[in-house]
């Protein structure tokens, strides 16, 4: 089991950057894979970057490739959702989420992740 908090979020107005947060709790942080998801109000919930466990295979939603970019420290038991170049569809309520198992594989889809953190609100403004 692994508990995962989410931070950083805000409001920021467009072309601004945030960073967000994601610390796990537990000593296995460093064999999940991990990935960053949003929602928005009456959309569903979509993928916005993956990692592999050693974060050397990533991958990005065709919408945030070039502004955001996702990283890990394992030592610190913690994931990083840099955006950057922030535009006002971007907003949404930001999950991170772990996998347990093909962690060598980077994947976006929502049912393949086995724990969620509570989420936390980004807000771009016009």
């Known amino acids: 089991q692994v508990q995962l908090v989410e931070s950083g979020g805000g409001v920021v107005q467009a072309g601004g950057s945030l960073r967000l947060s994601c610390v796990a709790s537990?000593?296995?942080?460093?064999?999940?894979?991990m990935g960053w998801f949003r929602q928005a109000p009456g959309k569903e919930r979509e993928a916005v970057a993956a990692?592999?466990?050693?974060?050397?295979?990533?991958v990005y939603a065709d919408s945030v490739k070039g502004r955001f970019i996702i990283s890990r420290d394992n030592a610190k038991n913690t994931a990083y959702l840099q955006m950057n170049s922030l535009k006002p569809e971007d907003t949404a309520v930001y999950y991170c989420?772990?996998?347990?198992?093909?962690?060598?594989?980077?994947?976006?889809?929502?049912?393949?992740?086995?724990?969620w953190g509570q989420g936390t609100q980004v807000t771009v403004s016009s």
């Open positions: 990692s592999s466990w050693n974060g050397r295979t990533t």
């Open positions: 537990g000593r296995t942080f460093g064999t999940y894979a």
């Open positions: 989420a772990a996998r347990k198992f093909g962690v060598n594989v980077a994947t976006t889809q929502v049912g393949d992740y086995d724990y």
